[in-house]
């Protein structure tokens, strides 16, 4: 079956430092969403990515899809402390089974003020 | 706030109890979704509901019974849990199965005795 690893599974950084997350799936990936948890709280949609190479930025944050669809990276620069949470990516494989999305493990970001 | 509403946000039930999670979307959108989670992990998928029919079905035991009265609610029946059972139970819902980004509800804490 899919599986999407995604690493590191925690990162502690100093406010203002830049910090990366990283996913890559066993399959070709029709598309790729990241999402953030607040502590105590729920998945938020963050973005989407669909294309082959396709890269989009959200004020600090950067997000790539790769070349072969089968990674993806979160950046964000000059961490803040409100960008504390879990970062989770989920993929979708395209064809059948394509409902399902496949969500990594996550990365814990603490950010130190 | 989250456009998604899930009730009650926190549930302590009996192994012998009968309950229901009840989730209600009003921004037209036409697949939603149950998924569990328990904690410092990601998201798992446990049933998908395209226009109002059960997609898929992952596997979940016959204790969780899912429901879509309409494309608006969607109920998630729980009967005999396990204490094992006891996570933060999410509800969904996109615009459409495929290509599109999850918003999520805040969820039930389920915790069973």
């Known amino acids: 079956g899919q599986q999407v690893m995604q690493i590191p599974q925690y990162q502690h950084v100093q406010e203002g430092e830049d910090f990366t997350t990283y996913c890559n799936s066993s399959t070709t990936l029709s598309n790729i969403q990241w999402y953030k948890q607040r502590p105590g709280g729920h998945p938020v949609f963050l973005i989407q990515l669909v294309k082959s190479g396709e890269v989009k930025k959200q004020k600090r944050l950067t997000f790539q899809f790769g070349e072969a669809k089968k990674n993806s990276s979160l950046h964000i620069t000059a961490t803040q402390t409100t960008d504390v949470g879990t970062y989770f990516c989920a993929g979708r494989n395209p064809g059948a089974g394509s409902y399902q999305l496949t969500f990594g493990k996550g990365t814990k970001l603490s950010v130190i003020p | 706030d989250t456009e998604v509403t899930q009730t009650p946000k926190h549930l302590v039930m009996g192994m012998t109890n009968k309950k229901s999670l009840k989730c209600e979307q009003h921004?037209?959108?036409?697949?939603m979704y149950w998924y569990k989670q328990k904690a410092k992990k990601p998201p798992e998928l446990m049933f998908v509901y395209s226009y109002e029919k059960l997609s898929i079905n992952e596997s979940v035991p016959s204790r969780f019974s899912p429901e879509c009265p309409n494309s608006s609610l969607l109920n998630l029946h729980l009967h005999a849990l396990q204490p094992e059972d006891s996570a933060l139970y999410l509800c969904?819902?996109?615009?459409?199965?495929?290509?599109?980004?999850?918003?999520f509800g805040s969820g039930t804490r389920l915790t069973v005795v």
């Open positions: 969904a819902s996109s615009q459409g199965a495929l290509n599109y980004g999850y918003t």
């Open positions: 921004m037209g959108h036409r697949a």
